[in-house]
């Protein structure tokens, strides 16, 4: 029989040619007469070595022969997932017909096993031979037989724990597990498995489903103080602030099966879905820091999604995005889907645009698992697989774990209104825990019985416990921090003497020898050297670089990240020297002295809400470091909206968790237009209560400095929000001599001091005071004060009260912002001025209500902004 000959593919003039056996590929060769190069590895590595040897060959003679068994077994690891029994119900996922798959025989038959049974892995779009190869060596085996008993019970614990809810709590919402039950065996799993190759902790992040079910189950939350929160034993003790059971975090022990123990946090989430994600993975990128060179190892990132959130949630895929970026990774993280095929009421077509709610994650080399929930011996094979990729390649895994929703979104909402067909079917179909039983063999009633009255004896001593169960307890790293009001006691003397302003001030503006630096920049530092040498007043990025060496000498560690952070949006900063001969690149700040703290800057990802939320949580597990953010442009720090609403402003209310993170907001109106002139200051005041955060704008380059020591050193923490200049930052009327930085602190509101008789008083926060000071002084007036507001919150009554109170003959005090007048600080400070000030006239200047902060226009910027300045310095204020 002639051997046919059907090439696969062409590529650059080689035919690729699968063929049974090197044997029969010979025999074509010889009577084709063809020059083959014969290769019996994978398909993707014969493309590979095409590609690269016909650099080197003739071409049209070329044939690269393939063994049938490798064609068979490369199409199935391509597109097995498709055909796999993923969808417990049958409903949604149905095999697809895929022609690529139509083999038929004994090797088909053994590839069809491996790659579409209960588990579908997506993998061949990983470039990485190693990576695909050690993927398929697991998948292509026999899997090992797990400890079904022990399965079994945790499966009718989990299940068990929501029936008693059910039962107990008619109506009240929990977001059931039951329907991907499989999670509490998996999570076993991964912990376990974890812990064998050396986690100690795990940081968890997860969103409502199932919660309740991780708190019981797997950090060991006793059933009773869960079930005290339906009680909701004591109301008063939370009137107006705490959070709902559903969100709070937890702390727990797991007991691996090997005796060891291993610590657990679950992130406090808000109801906003995903948003703790970055939240998570900031939290265990400090954590891991703090383990030192091991920390990857020693704590594993899980993050437990829904399957709708994950397709739909922008602040995931920043998420998702920062997996091996040097500044941000945690040595990859296990990312499970709780896929119940369904979102609130919507399908799975309404809720993502592809097959699969994971498919967001094929944008990374990193593997995805689906496993059908109800094949529970398979979902603990994947955890271990999973998790010994993780220790083996640092990247994330995806595993999707496909199940269905037994009740409605929550147990007050009825299904079978939008889904009956779905439900009439879940209605008749086992719970898992007996599924399982069924398939083991086992008669699990004895224990159901067992733990239902466990269960019901926790509901009777829930219903007698009167105390609202305490907050989250702190890690130790916490004890020497406050939260709470804000108290005197807090301030701290921030002046650095003459003397370690120049030790400092030498040693951030040196490089070694043979550094080749590029001319601006030297002469930026050379001019900095002047700064620390009392020579050259200091500008803002003289005096940020002295606070953060100042707090590194003191062994406080400083991480700074935003876009483009390290040279600085306003070319001020250039932590990070580039050496112009090679693009080494040296840090000075990492350079001070053998003993001193730990220097992060970091260009971080084109992403606001991830990154903010990544160091909001960073700061979360390290009190001890001044942890900031930085925006571009302070305006698109709403791109973080969540992150701010939900964790920096109303964490410490809703869980009592305390922050010190630092947001630094350029802003300004110089005529840069709409979105690059205002940080939007009025939603931080809105924001503003019980002495939740700190906003602050400081006018000089001494006072920025003092903030940020400030924020470091006190122990009072709380998010800080600051203001940041821009035209300012080398300004000479915002720039400050030596001894401001020698003396003093920050100072909450700057007083008037050149202008003796005061008729009128102009209240103003940031660059617009300087620009009334100027042309105060070309006018020669010499009645009009100018006071600035360098902190608006926590408002400073009695500093404000005591300045207006040195000028008794200003009958008129006005506000005065560069903001339209739905915008700005106006709002805020207004209404408190006229309770302050019930004796004097209290007015305002500002730019007219509009929509948007600013003109587009440079020109009618700076007509309005004159129109604003002389409005501000003549008498005939309204
Ligand atoms: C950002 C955000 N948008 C909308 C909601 C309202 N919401 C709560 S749960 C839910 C459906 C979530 O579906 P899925 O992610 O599949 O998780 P499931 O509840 O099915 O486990 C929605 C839309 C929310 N909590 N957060």
Same mark, same amino acid.
């Given at each position: ?8 593919q ?7 040619v699968?063929w049974r056996?090197?044997g029969s ?9 063809i020059?083959p190069?014969?290769w019996t590895g ?6 590979h ?10 071409l ?8 049938q ?5 490369d199409?199935?690891r391509?597109?097995?997932h498709?055909?796999?029994d993923?969808?417990?119900? =049958?409903q949604y @996922? ?13 090797e088909?038959e053994?590839?069809?096993n491996y790659?579409c049974?209960?588990?579908g ?7 990485? #031979?190693?990576k ?13 037989k797990p400890?079904?008993l !022990?399965?079994?019970?945790?499966l009718?614990?989990?299940d *068990? ?5 059910q039962?107990?709590y008619?109506g009240?919402?929990r977001?059931?597990l039951?329907?991907v ?10 912990l376990?498995?974890a812990a064998?190759l050396g986690a100690?902790?795990s940081?968890?992040?997860?969103s409502h ?8 189950n797997?950090f ?16 008063r003790s939370?009137l107006?602030?705490g ?5 709070? %975090?937890?702390? =727990?022990?797991?007991?691996t ?5 291993m610590?657990l946090?679950?992130?406090?989430n808000?109801?906003?879905?995903e948003?703790? /994600?970055p939240?998570?993975m %900031? ?8 383990f030192?060179?091991?920390?990857q190892?020693k704590?594993l990132?899980v993050?437990?999604h ?8 922008g602040?995931?895929a920043?998420t *998702?995005?920062?997996?091996?970026i040097?500044?941000?990774t945690?040595g %990859?993280?296990?990312q ?5 095929? $369904? ?5 799975p ?7 699969f709610?994971?498919d967001i ?5 990193i #593997?995805?698992?689906?496993v059908?929930?109800e094949?529970t ?6 955890? &271990?697989?999973?998790?010994e ?5 640092h990247t994330?895994?995806i595993i /999707?774990?496909i199940?269905y ?5 929550s147990?007050?909402d009825d299904p ?16 898992l825990y007996?599924?399982y039983?069924q398939?083991?063999g086992?008669?699990p ?6 733990? !239902?009255?466990q269960l019901?004896?926790a509901?009777? !001593?829930?219903v007698q ?6 907050l989250?307890?702190?890690?130790d790293?916490w004890?020497?921090?406050s939260?709470?009001?804000y108290k ?8 650095l003497?003459?003397a370690s ?6 040693s ?8 080749h630096?590029?001319p601006?920049?030297?002469?930026l530092?050379?001019?900095r050297?002047?700064?620390?040498? =009392?020579?050259?007043?200091f ?5 940020? &670089? ?8 003191q062994?406080?560690p400083v ?5 483009d952070?390290?040279r ?7 932590s990070?020297?580039v050496d112009?001969?090679?693009e080494?690149?040296y ?6 002295s ?8 970091y260009?971080?990802i084109?992403?606001e809400?991830g990154?903010l ?17 930085e925006?571009?442009?302070g305006?698109?720090?709403?791109g973080?909206?969540i992150?701010i609403?939900?964790f ?10 305390l922050?010190?993170?630092v947001? @630094?907001?350029?802003h300004?109106y110089e005529?840069? %237009?709409?979105?690059?002139s205002s940080a ?5 005041l809105? @924001? ?9 704008q ?11 020591r400030?924020q470091?050193m006190?122990?009072?923490r709380?998010p800080l ?5 821009k035209?300012?930052l ?11 930085f ?7 509101v700057? #007083?008037e001091?050149?202008?003796?008789n005061v008729k009128r ?9 300087h620009?009334?000071r ?7 007036d010499?009645?009009? =004060?100018?006071v ?12 404000l009260?005591a300045e207006?109170?040195?000028?008794p003959e200003?009958?008129?005090?006005i506000?005065v912002?560069?903001?339209p007048?739905?915008?700005?600080a106006?709002s805020?400070?207004?209404p ?8 004097r006239k209290v ?7 509009a929509?948007?902060p ?14 604003? $300045?002389?409005? &501000?310095?003549?008498?005939?204020t309204?």
């Amino acid at each position: 029989m002639t051997p046919r000959f059907i090439p696969l593919q062409e590529i650059r003039g080689i035919s690729l040619v699968f063929w049974r056996d090197v044997g029969s590929a010979a025999l074509t060769v010889r009577m084709l007469r063809i020059q083959p190069l014969i290769w019996t590895g994978s398909y993707n590595e014969a493309v590979h070595k095409a590609i690269m040897v016909t650099k080197n060959l003739p071409l049209e003679r070329t044939n690269l022969l393939i063994s049938q068994r490798d064609q068979i077994f490369d199409a199935f690891r391509r597109w097995g997932h498709l055909q796999a029994d993923l969808d417990p119900l =049958g409903q949604y @996922l149905i095999p697809d017909p895929i022609p690529e798959l139509s083999f038929e025989g004994e090797e088909a038959e053994e590839a069809r096993n491996y790659y579409c049974a209960t588990i579908g892995v997506e993998f061949m779009h990983i470039p990485d #031979p190693a990576k695909r190869e050690w993927i398929q060596e697991r998948m292509e085996q026999a899997a090992a037989k797990p400890n079904q008993l !022990q399965i079994l019970e945790r499966l009718t614990q989990a299940d *068990l724990f929501e029936q008693v809810i059910q039962s107990r709590y008619l109506g009240t919402k929990r977001f059931s597990l039951e329907g991907v039950t499989v999670l509490i065996p998996f999570l076993d799993e991964v912990l376990n498995r974890a812990a064998e190759l050396g986690a100690e902790k795990s940081v968890m992040g997860m969103s409502h489903r199932g919660r309740l079910n991780v708190m019981a189950n797997t950090f060991g939350k006793s059933p009773a103080d869960i079930f005290s929160k339906f009680e909701d034993a004591n109301p008063r003790s939370i009137l107006g602030g705490g959070d709902v059971k559903y969100h709070v %975090g937890a702390t =727990g022990q797991f007991v691996t099966r090997s005796g060891s123990t291993m610590g657990l946090h679950l992130v406090s989430n808000p109801s906003h879905l995903e948003a703790v /994600d970055p939240v998570a993975m %900031g939290r265990a990128r400090a954590q891991q820091v703090r383990f030192g060179e091991d920390g990857q190892s020693k704590v594993l990132p899980v993050l437990i999604h829904g399957d709708a959130a994950f397709a739909g949630q922008g602040i995931w895929a920043e998420t *998702l995005g920062l997996g091996t970026i040097p500044g941000y990774t945690v040595g %990859g993280t296990i990312q499970i889907i709780v896929n119940n095929l $369904i979102g609130f009421t919507a399908d799975p077509d309404e809720a993502y645009s592809s097959r699969f709610s994971s498919d967001i994650g094929k944008r990374l080399p990193i #593997p995805i698992f689906h496993v059908n929930a109800e094949d529970t011996d398979a979902a603990v094979r994947v955890a &271990a697989m999973a998790v010994e990729y993780r220790y083996t390649f640092h990247t994330d895994v995806i595993i /999707d774990l496909i199940g269905y929703r037994r009740h409605g979104h929550s147990e007050v909402d009825d299904p079978t209104i939008t889904q009956p067909l779905r439900y009439a079917k879940i209605k008749n179909h086992p719970p898992l825990y007996e599924f399982y039983a069924q398939k083991i063999g086992a008669d699990p009633s004895p224990r159901v019985k067992e733990l !239902q009255v466990q269960l019901a004896e926790a509901q009777k !001593q829930a219903v007698q416990m009167k105390k609202r169960v305490a907050l989250a307890k702190f890690p130790d790293y916490w004890s020497n921090y406050s939260g709470g009001p804000y108290k005197s006691e807090y301030e701290v003397d921030t002046a650095l003497s003459a003397a370690s302003i120049k030790e400092i001030s030498d040693s951030l503006t040196s490089y070694p020898r043979d550094f080749h630096i590029h001319p601006k920049i030297k002469k930026l530092l050379e001019q900095r050297r002047e700064m620390g040498r =009392g020579e050259r007043v200091f500008d803002y990025g003289m005096a940020e &670089a002295l606070a953060f060496g100042s707090l590194l000498f003191q062994g406080t560690p400083v991480r700074l990240s935003g876009q483009d952070s390290q040279r600085g949006t306003f070319n001020q900063r250039h932590s990070v020297l580039v050496d112009i001969e090679d693009e080494q690149v040296y840090i000075p700040l990492e350079h001070l002295s053998p003993t001193q703290a730990r220097f992060e800057v970091y260009n971080s990802i084109l992403s606001e809400a991830g990154v903010l939320g990544f160091e909001y949580g960073y700061s979360r597990d390290y009190p001890e470091a001044l942890v900031l953010w930085e925006a571009q442009f302070g305006d698109f720090a709403n791109g973080a909206q969540i992150i701010i609403d939900q964790f920096i402003a109303s964490g410490e209310d809703k869980w009592g968790l305390l922050s010190a993170v630092v947001m @630094l907001l350029p802003h300004g109106y110089e005529g840069q %237009g709409p979105e690059h002139s205002s940080a939007r200051l009025e939603r931080y005041l809105q @924001l503003a209560a019980h002495d939740n955060i700190q906003i602050c704008q400081p006018s000089t380059a001494a006072q920025y400095f003092h903030l940020l020591r400030r924020q470091a050193m006190r122990k009072w923490r709380k998010p800080l929000i600051v203001f940041t200049p821009k035209s300012m930052l080398r300004n000479p009327d915002a720039s400050s001599p030596i001894a401001s930085f020698e003396q003093s602190r920050f100072l909450n509101v700057l #007083p008037e001091t050149e202008v003796q008789n005061v008729k009128r008083l102009l209240l103003c926060t940031g660059k617009i005071g300087h620009e009334l000071r100027i042309e105060r002084a070309k006018r020669k007036d010499s009645t009009t =004060g100018i006071v600035f507001l360098e902190q608006l919150y926590p408002w400073p009554e009695a500093e404000l009260a005591a300045e207006v109170a040195r000028h008794p003959e200003a009958r008129e005090v006005i506000w005065v912002q560069e903001e339209p007048d739905n915008m700005g600080a106006l709002s805020f400070v207004v209404p408190r001025l006229r309770r302050l000030l019930p004796d004097r006239k209290v007015l305002s200047i500002k730019r007219s209500a509009a929509a948007s902060p600013a003109t587009g226009s440079a020109k009618a910027h700076d007509m309005e902004q004159k129109t604003l $300045i002389s409005l &501000a310095l003549r008498d005939e204020t309204k």
